[in-house]
């Protein structure tokens, strides 16, 4: 099996021309994923924030970035693999890896994908919430402006507008999340529920 490298310093990023713009495409595809525009991964690298698996063939196979939320708490998010590279351990070695470097930073995670559930498990977090919490949710990121964004779910009415991510109220109270009430959240907000 292909052993992976990880990449998670700025200069090591810079060999691979397109990257972000290259990983920003793909989380428009998928699903369970956020859109995250390429500036956006860019300027997470610079901080550190973004780990990139490649094989042997010095290939990008993978992704994973940690996304601040509010003063001390974050979200471990973006877990990508390539479709021609799912199925031979990779996202979970990825989650491995993620979770050695942030060690010692609070980090949370929610999705409604029971693959990256299953991963996160394996990966030592723990299952606090569950679906029956979501009926009451809070607002937790827009992360896209109303010029370029795309969103988290195909589903979604504002898919190319506005994205906002929902957490359950009892997740945000156990990490002190105070929701955000601008006019974006409200109008998905108001649409959703
Ligand atoms: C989720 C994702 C990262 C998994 O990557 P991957 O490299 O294919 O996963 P792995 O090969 O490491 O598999 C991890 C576990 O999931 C299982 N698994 C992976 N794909 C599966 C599938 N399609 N159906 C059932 N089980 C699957 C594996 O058997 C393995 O379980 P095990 O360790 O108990 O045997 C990948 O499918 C992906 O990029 N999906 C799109 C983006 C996404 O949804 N990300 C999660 C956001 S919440």
Not at 14 to 22: R, T
Not at 99 to 112: A, D, H, L, V
Request: with cysteine.
């Amino acid at each position: 099996m292909d052993t992976l490298k990880f990449l998670y310093k700025w200069d090591d990023f810079l060999q691979f021309e397109g990257w972000a713009e290259k990983i920003s495409a793909a989380t428009k595809e998928e699903k369970f994923l956020l859109y995250q525009p390429a500036e956006k991964l860019l300027e997470m690298a610079q901080k550190e924030r973004i780990i990139l698996a490649i094989n042997e063939q010095r290939i990008i196979v993978g992704v994973i970035a940690l996304w601040a939320i509010g003063k001390s708490w974050n979200e471990v998010g973006t877990i990508f693999v390539f479709p021609e590279h799912r199925r031979k351990g990779f996202g979970q070695e990825i989650t491995r890896f993620a979770f050695e470097r942030w060690n010692g930073q609070k980090i949370m995670s929610t999705s409604k994908n029971p693959l990256s559930m299953h991963i996160a498990l394996k990966s030592g977090m723990v299952a606090v919430t569950s679906e029956g919490d979501m009926k009451e949710v809070v607002p937790l990121t827009c992360v896209c402006d109303e010029s370029d964004g795309v969103i988290d779910s195909a589903k979604c009415p504002f898919r190319d507008k506005d994205c906002v991510f929902l957490i359950s109220a009892k997740t945000a109270q156990m990490i002190n999340y105070v929701a955000r009430d601008d006019e974006i959240v409200q109008r998905v907000r108001n649409h959703h529920f």
